[in-house]
C-alpha cells in the first residue's frame, strides 16, 4: 500500500480533479491537504469576502471527503513546510497539485519540489485542472504566449479538451494525521452583506440551474444590467468549485449562439493566465507602458474615495460600485464602466481600482483583475488602448429604463425611465429633492485631460 498527498490550492473540488484521480489507486491511502499560507495574507490576497467564500468551499471538500470515507487536513504555516511535515507523518512517496500561472504560484512549485526531492520524494503538478487549456499549451510562432485575444481563442477552440473525470466513490485517509479545525465563514468579520454561499455543491446546482435556464440567452442578454442573466459562476471558477473544462464541455453540448458566446467568455479568462504566466510582472507592471503621468494629490485622493464610495455622480458607475461592496461581485459590464471611468474619465492609476476590486471581489484573482484592468486602463493587451466608455451612453444603452440604477442608487428611485442617467439635467426644484452629488467632473474635460495627457490632440 502507498500513501500520496495531494495538496488543494484554487482547486476545491472533487468532480473533474486531476491530481486527487492521480493520487487515488486500488487499496491506497491520500492524505487531502490544504494549507493556510500566511504569505497570503502578506501579499494582500487574504480579503474578508474571499475569505468567507474560502471558508464555504473548504467545508463543502471536507463533507464531500467525509461521505466517500475521508476528510480534509487542514494546516496553518508555510505551504512547502507543512506539506514536507505531512508527506514524513504519512511516510508518502508522492505529493500531487494544480499547476498555478502567478509567480507566486511558480515560485511555490520550484520550492516544494526541491525540499521533496531532498527528502527522496516527488512533486507531480498537473496541468489543465485551474484551467481548460493549460498556459503555455498553445502559442504563436516566434513568441511563448498570445497578446491579443482573437487569434488565441481561434487556437484555443482548436484544442480537444480532456474528458471531464468523476469524482472518487471512496477516499482513505491515514487516521495518524493531524488537522487544524476547518475553518468557518462564521468566524470572520467585514463580509459584504449579499456575499454568495460558496462550495461545490453550491455551484454545481447553480451551474445546472444556469445552463437549463439562462444559456440560451447569454448572447443577447450578457450585457444587460438591469436582466442580472449573466451566469454568476466567477467565484466558483476562481476558487476551483467547479471544472473549467467541464463547464465548457457542459456548455458547448447545449450548443447555439448563446454557449458559443458563454464559451468565449471562459476562454478570456484562459488568455490573461497565459499572459500571466509569460509575463509575472504584468501584476503589478503596464505590460504596454503608455507613458501615463496619473492624477496624485489631495484633489485625486478626494476623487479616488468617492469613486470608491459609489458617489461619483454618475448614477450606472455608482450603481457598479454599491452593487461590489454589498455582494463582492459585480455585473462584468458594470466593471467595465467602472474602470474606463476611473482610468480614462478621472484619469487616476489603474492599480488604484484594481486595488479596491481586490478589497471586495469575491472572484478577484491577479490575472483576471489585473490585466482586466490593463485592458481598461490601455496599458495591457487591449488592441483599442484609447477606447472610453462614456457612462451615461453605456447606462442608456445597458440599462435603458434605469432599473438597475435604482436597484442600487435608491435615492434616485423617484427619477422615472432614462432620465436617472442624466439627474444634473432635471429642473432645479426637482433635482433639490434627491440626496445625490454633482458630477465630479465633466465628461468632455475628463476625456480632454486624458488625451492631453498622453499627447493627443
Known sequence: MTVSVVLFTSDLRLHDHPPLCAALGPGDETVPLFVRDPAVDRAGFAAPNRLAFLADCLGDLDAGLRERGGRLV?????????????????????????????????????RLRSALEAAGRRLYVHDGVETAVPAGAVTPQGSDHFAVFTPYFRRWSQERLREPLAAPRRVRVPERIRTEEVPARAAVASVSPGLATGGEREARERLTAWLTGHLDAYADQND?????????????????????TEVVHRARSRGGPGAEAFVRQLCWRDFHRQVLAARPRAAVEDYRPRGDRWRVG????????????????????????????????????????????????????????????????????????????????????DSRPNRVLNPVLQGLRYDPEGVYVRRWVPELGGI???????????????????????PLVELADGLARFRQARGQT
Open 74 to 110: 487542514v494546516r496553518s504555516g508555510d505551504t512547502v513546510e507543512e506539506v514536507c511535515s505531512v508527506a514524513r507523518e504519512a511516510e508518502a512517496e508522492e505529493v500531487h497539485m494544480a499547476a498555478g500561472c502567478s509567480a507566486f504560484a511558480h515560485r511555490r512549485e520550484d
Open 298 to 381: 489631495r484633489e485625486a485622493e478626494a476623487d479616488l474615495r468617492a469613486w470608491r464610495e459609489g458617489r461619483t455622480g454618475y448614477p450606472v458607475v455608482d450603481a457598479v460600485m454599491r452593487q461590489m461592496a454589498y455582494e463582492g461581485w459585480a455585473h462584468g459590464r458594470g466593471r467595465l464602466l467602472a474602470a474606463s471611468f476611473l482610468t480614462k474619465t478621472l484619469y487616476l492609476d489603474w492599480r488604484a481600482g484594481a486595488r479596491h476590486f481586490l478589497e471586495l471581489l469575491v472572484d478577484g484573482d491577479v490575472a483576471n483583475n489585473q490585466l482586466n484592468w490593463q485592458w481598461m486602463a490601455g496599458t495591457g493587451t
Open 416 to 438: 422615472e425611465g432614462a432620465r436617472i442617467h442624466e439627474p444634473w439635467k432635471l429642473p432645479g426644484l426637482e433635482r433639490a429633492r434627491y440626496d445625490y452629488p454633482d
Open 224 to 244: 444587460d444590467l438591469a436582466a442580472d442573466t449573466t451566469s454568476r459562476l466567477s467565484p466558483y471558477l476562481h476558487f476551483g468549485a467547479l471544472s473549467a
